[in-house]
T-cell receptor
Framework: AQSVTQLGSHVSVSEGALVLLRCNYS??????LFWYVQYPNQGLQLLLK??????LVKGINGFEAEFKKSETSFHLTKPSAHMSDAAEYFC?????????????FGSGTRLQVQP | DAGVIQSPRHEVTEMGQEVTLRCKPI?????LFWYRQTMMRGLELLIY????????DSGMPEDRFSAKMPNASFSTLKIQPSEPRDSAVYFC?????????????FGEGSWLTVV
């Protein structure tokens, strides 16, 4: 079964600092990978996704992620954090070969941005 | 375009009562998912439908939970009888079939508290 592991349940950065949220996947074949963001008391919103095209994926709000097969990773980055980035971030995986459409989510990383 | 619409947004009910959560997927989407979010277990897939037919209900906790999709624009998740451990945020989501790389869109969630 496919799975993703998010390292660090809480990450705190200063405003203007680099944001790095880690995600590693476990899959015997290259999966599709997603990053979602959840603001307080809201649903999940797609930030970006990797679907076998370019390995460097750019998303909304200045976020990007790079698919690295050799490291089985899909880390999320943003060069300069903004206060509005404070939220919970979820990495997710889906299978492009079995026909199963559901996403399997990681445990989430809560990002705090300090002024 | 309207997104995934869930109701009620918040519900507080007493243990033993029946709870019905409702979802209207995005028009034209033929996959519908129910997820549950708790602090302890994170985001869990409960069940998903394709063209109104349940495909995978292995995540449904027990017989107290049931889900239906009588038509392409409406689904319900019912808990009877409810228990305090059912307190969680329940998300409905939808997508189009074409690819498992397609974005899955989430509703704002139904926040359930069972006292």
């Amino acid at each position: 079964a496919q799975s993703v592991t998010q390292l660090g349940s809480h990450v705190s950065v200063s405003e203007g600092a680099l944001v790095l949220l880690r995600c590693n996947y476990s899959s015997s074949v290259p999966p599709y990978l997603f990053w979602y963001v959840q603001y307080p008391n809201q649903g999940l919103q797609l930030l970006l996704k990797y679907t076998s095209a370019a390995t460097l994926v750019k998303g909304i709000n200045g976020f990007e992620a790079e698919f690295k097969k050799s490291e089985t990773s899909f880390h999320l980055t943003k060069p300069s954090a903004h206060m509005s980035d404070a939220a919970e971030y979820f990495c997710a995986v889906s299978d492009q070969y079995t026909g199963r459409r559901a996403l399997t989510f990681g445990s989430g990383t809560r990002l705090q941005v300090q002024p | 375009d309207a997104g995934v619409i869930q109701s009620p947004r918040h519900e507080v009910t007493e243990m033993g009562q029946e709870v019905t959560l409702r979802c209207k997927p995005i028009s034209g989407h033929d996959y519908l998912f129910w997820y549950r979010q708790t602090m302890m277990r994170g985001l869990e897939l409960l069940i998903y439908f394709n063209n109104n037919v349940p495909i995978d209900d292995s995540g449904m906790p027990e017989d107290r939970f049931s889900a239906k999709m009588p038509n392409a624009s409406f689904s319900t998740l019912k808990i009877q009888p409810s228990e305090p451990r059912d307190s969680a945020v329940y998300f409905c989501a939808s997508t189009q079939q074409a690819s498992s790389g397609n974005t899955i869109y989430f509703g704002e969630g139904s926040w359930l508290t069972v006292v």
